[in-house]
């Protein structure tokens, strides 16, 4: 069956625009423990319990070309137990408020790898809720061992074909992209990936100051 979602002529918008439409699948794609999962179950000399290539803790997403005193948007990611593996993902607009926040059950997937610039990447995506459905955030990195705790964000720009719009309910927007594939995210990412950047999601220690916060 031939997708639609990826066909070049049918982007509705232009490489000089920011694309950040969201990303969204009627079901989850992942978290049925797929080796390129996390986190995921380990067991090892009659321990067991769960584990992940990224980094738990608060992290902060900052958009590319943003000044200093511009608001960034605040994840905190954290396991979620030892029996079930998944992260819990938090977003607040003040890290202070991560402590509130709803939380959604959650699964990083390394989606694919791909030259940008003569430079080899990593291709990842983040899954956000289970029900009813789940939204994702593509991103990027350059291959290294060790935990993971710094993604470059890449933008979203949605087919028309894929747009699901009701068009604007007063303010409020109603547009987003849908996705029902491992394979679909993976060939967007890799489009993605030949824009600018949208901007960096990086984690910072429990201990540490965002400039931000040093500026208050």
């Known amino acids: 069956m031939v997708s639609l979602l990826f066909a070049p002529h049918v982007n509705s918008q232009s490489l000089g625009e920011v694309a950040e439409d969201i990303l969204h ?25 769960c584990t992940s290539r990224v980094a738990f803790g608060d992290w902060s997403f900052r958009k590319r070309g943003a000044a200093v005193e511009d608001n960034v948007l605040w994840y905190r990611f954290s396991n979620y137990g030892v029996f079930h593996c998944w992260a819990n993902t938090y977003r607040a607009y003040e890290r202070d408020k991560l402590d509130g926040a709803d939380s959604h059950p959650s699964f990083f997937a390394l989606l694919d790898r791909a030259s940008v610039n003569g430079h080899d990447v990593e291709l990842w995506t983040v899954q956000i809720g289970a029900r009813p459905g789940s939204e994702y955030v593509l991103l990027s990195r350059t291959p290294a061992e060790g935990l993971i ?27 987003y992209c849908v996705v029902a594939s491992r394979g679909e995210l993976s060939r967007l990412a890799r489009r993605m990936a030949q824009r600018p950047p949208l901007g960096t999601l990086t984690r910072v220690r429990a201990d540490d100051k965002t400039k931000d916060e040093i500026l208050e």
């Open 25 to 49: 699948s009627d079901l989850p794609i992942f978290g049925r423990g797929g080796e390129n999962e996390w986190p995921q179950h380990f067991y090892d000399d009659g321990s067991f319990g």
């Open 149 to 175: 705790d710094t993604f470059t964000v890449l933008q979203t720009a949605c087919p028309r074909a894929n747009v699901r719009d009701a068009g604007s309910l007063d303010i409020l927007l109603t547009r």
